[in-house]
């Protein structure tokens, strides 16, 4: 009797769920991974709903990064319910640029940017990531320079002026005298950089700074050239050997945090979105950093870089495109809502038009009363253009482990010249250039250009 | 009248089998048939499919990742039964002592990491191992100023540490099994052979050891199997395949490959050769295990 019982509820279940109609949300569905965002665009959403039919408003949803990326992606690739638009940062988005333009799930935005004359009203390197094959896919959210942000603490009661401090040996030479102090191992007590072999984001920020890259314009892998085989060479020199400066101090945990409180180490690579980690998780740091551009590789070269990215879409299978777009424009082009969101996260927006409000120009008590934000905008229109692949993040592990291999191979034969070094590296990155385009000459569905 | 009571004879394993072959043909026969169709497709998502035949197992050959993670699994595997087994027995034997005061709370005690989910551990670990800050590096250089506070485990020494953190998780475990085997020796042999004059060792190596050898190939079986497929204590001590992927094992490479890039085709081809590795790991046991009960 029992098991007639079971199997008529099974049964009746599954009709049930087979026949119930799916709930439909109201409106338009937005998607984004970050808090802060979700936060941010709250009272932006609140009052366009109070003004909209309800077929018009907006349902904004917030989806832990990777989660919003398997749902965005199954979307795309096997049509489940989708949002109408999305935000996603770099690899998300180059994991969408995966096969042609007719393949790609967000929808060409193009023409729509030209038409509304933003092409003009947006940083131009901005649209770089978010842009494949001439045609753009997305509305820039950040430009996400980056700077130097040093313990002004330490440095100048060491009496070091960093005005002088304009190439990264300047900044070697001028810092040296900070890492005289010994511990009983004879090992300096601080290290002039936050660097290790691992740490990609800063590795990906000085090949970019220094003119290095992962894809050329025809996304092909550039591992292997002579530029990024010298910054690698360089780095390596840095972490390691008889010249090291830099030490790991890594973010987001609390021992590099401890590490960074206790000055062991000087200076770190500075996106604008990591200024707003470390004003909550180091508090006690307030008016002991400042920030300065990156010293340059060459005297007259760059003295900023790029770190991450988010872009905001419209998927091609959203209802009612010309709604999202009106709402996109309305939420990235709202100079209340780029203020706020820099008063939260101390990130910049792309559009020149804003950099001029008093909110960017305010000393921020963090970085010892310096105005942070047009530091960072001085820097913005120069920022190094990357371009996007569904591959870039395995490019960025590959160029990683290559630095690991030379620091490796170099204290296996206790060889640091610049030589060994360069000559090492040259042959890490051959091997990773030819990783990277094995994989991607395998993939059928990565080279469909029209 | 006399036909239909046979076919309802005939009929009845069927009928009761069906819900049993329903299940299994469903969620075990289909997905592994259509795994293996998967395995000789290549994938961008569930929908965009195309025929390469035995390409995926051709590249997986070639494939360095693939290799690097083989390899890594192969040296996990081997430090599980070389390290972890014999350290759960000698564990076990401890604690079956009579004589040894609180044995129950000392049980307690190793068993319990295995009550803690592999990602709490592989996070514990990554702060253990830290350089500098870690407790590892930190309680050495104290016992041992010469030793290095900036020994790079999860850098350098990424299999070490990760050996060391899964003998913390999984001694205890084992140590279980080997206990109860222990129990289950008669004690009238040992004691006949103490009469006999056999010393501990003797004890050990002729009566301990073969009584408790089918617990023993289990749990080396055990071992093995759950080392192939070992991904979540990597993956959250090293956030990731670690540097220069020295952390990467084959269940890690075939997660990457099917949900971070996609290619479910190439991840079905992987997933085929780690059950064929399985397959053949179990088989040689039974092998083995046969041809010693037949001497």
């Known amino acids: 009797m029992g098991i007639w019982i079971i199997g008529l509820i099974a049964i009746i279940s599954t009709v049930l769920v087979f026949f119930l109609p799916r709930p439909q949300t109201q409106g338009k569905s937005f998607w984004t991974f970050a808090k802060p965002l979700y936060e941010n665009y709250q009272p932006v959403v609140t009052r366009w709903n109070e003004t909209r039919p ?78 494949r094959q001439g045609r753009i896919y997305g509305l820039p959210h950040d430009v996400h320079p980056v700077l130097l942000a040093y313990r002004a603490d330490i440095v100048e009661a060491a009496g070091i002026d960093v005005s002088e401090i304009e190439t990264w040996e300047d900044f070697s030479r001028i810092m040296a005298p900070l890492m005289a102090d010994r511990d009983d191992q004879g090992r300096p007590k601080r290290y002039l950089l936050n660097l290790w072999e691992t740490n990609t984001l800063a590795i990906e920020v000085l090949l970019l700074q220094a003119g290095g890259s992962l894809f050329n314009s025809d996304e092909q892998p550039t591992l292997d050239s002579d530029r990024n085989v010298h910054v690698v060479a360089t780095l390596v020199s840095w972490i390691a050997g008889p010249a090291r400066i830099a030490a790991d101090a890594p973010e987001y945990t609390a021992s590099g945090n401890s590490l960074k409180l206790q000055g062991f180490v000087i200076a770190s690579v500075m996106p604008d979105w990591l200024g707003g980690f470390w004003k909550g998780d180091m508090p006690s740091l307030s008016g002991k950093l400042k920030l300065m551009p990156l010293p340059a590789w060459e005297k007259g070269g760059l003295r900023t870089s790029v770190a991450g990215g988010t872009m905001l879409g419209l998927p091609k299978a959203g209802r009612n495109p010309d709604l999202a777009w009106e709402f996109a424009i309305h939420l990235y082009f709202n100079p209340d809502v780029a203020v706020a969101f820099y008063g939260k996260t101390g990130i910049i927006p792309p559009i020149p038009e804003f950099w001029s409000l008093p909110a960017f120009n305010a000393p921020d008590p963090y970085f010892s009363g310096q105005p942070a934000g047009q530091l960072f905008i001085q820097q913005a229109p120069y920022v190094p253009a990357r371009i996007n692949s569904p591959y870039y993040n395995f490019s960025l592990a590959c160029l990683t482990n290559a630095v690991g291999a030379v620091k490796q191979r170099a204290l296996d034969e206790n060889n640091f010249s610049s030589d060994f070094l360069s000559k090492t590296a040259a042959q890490e990155l051959a091997k990773a250039q030819a990783h990277v385009r094995r994989q991607m000459e395998r993939d059928l569905f990565v080279d469909k250009k029209e | 009248m006399k036909l239909c009571a046979t076919s309802s004879v005939k009929a009845a394993p069927w009928l009761f089998l069906a819900p049993f072959l329903l299940i299994f043909g469903a969620f075990t026969a289909w997905p592994l048939a259509r795994s293996l169709i998967l395995a000789c497709q290549q994938t961008f998502g569930p929908t965009n499919t195309v025929f390469v035949g035995l390409d995926n197992f051709r590249f997986l050959l070639t494939d360095p990742l693939f290799w690097t993670a083989l390899q890594n699994t192969f040296v996990y595997a081997l430090s599980s039964v070389t390290l972890q087994l014999p350290l759960a027995l000698g564990l076990a034997l401890l604690l079956n002592r009579p004589s040894l005061r609180g044995r129950t709370l000392y049980r307690l005690i190793f068993f319990s990491p295995s009550l803690v989910g592999l990602v709490f551990a592989g996070i514990i670990f990554s702060i253990i191992f830290e350089k500098r800050t870690g407790l590892v590096n930190v309680g050495l250089h104290r016992l041992f100023p010469v030793f290095d506070l900036d020994f790079p485990w999860l850098q350098n020494y990424v299999m070490p540490a990760l050996i060391l953190a899964s003998l913390w998780m999984y001694v205890g475990f084992n140590m279980i099994y080997f206990l109860a085997a222990l129990q289950n020796v008669p004690r009238e042999l040992e004691e006949a052979a103490m009469i006999d004059g056999a010393n501990a060792w003797h004890r050990f190596r002729h009566i301990i050891l073969p009584e408790i050898k089918p617990v023993t190939s289990f749990v080396v079986l055990l071992s093995l199997i759950g080392s192939f497929q070992l991904f979540e204590l990597p993956w959250a001590l090293l956030s990731g395949p670690g540097p220069e992927n020295r952390g990467l094992t084959i269940v890690m490479y075939l997660y990457q490959t099917g949900f971070l890039t996609n290619d479910l085709g190439y991840a079905s081809a992987i997933g085929w050769v780690l059950a064929v590795i399985l397959f053949t790991l179990a088989l040689t046991q039974q092998w083995f295990n046969r041809k010693e009960t037949r001497s």
């Open chain 1, 54 to 131: 309800p077929e018009e408003r907006i349902n904004m949803v917030h989806l832990q990064l990777q989660a919003l990326e398997r749902r965005l992606m199954s979307s795309f690739l096997s049509g489940t319910p989708g949002p109408d638009l999305v935000e996603v940062e770099r690899a998300t988005a180059g994991q969408a640029f995966r096969g042609g333009p007719q393949d790609i799930g967000l929808s060409d935005l193009t023409e729509r940017i030209r038409k509304e004359g933003l092409l003009e009203r947006i940083n131009p390197p901005s649209l770089a990531l978010w842009t």
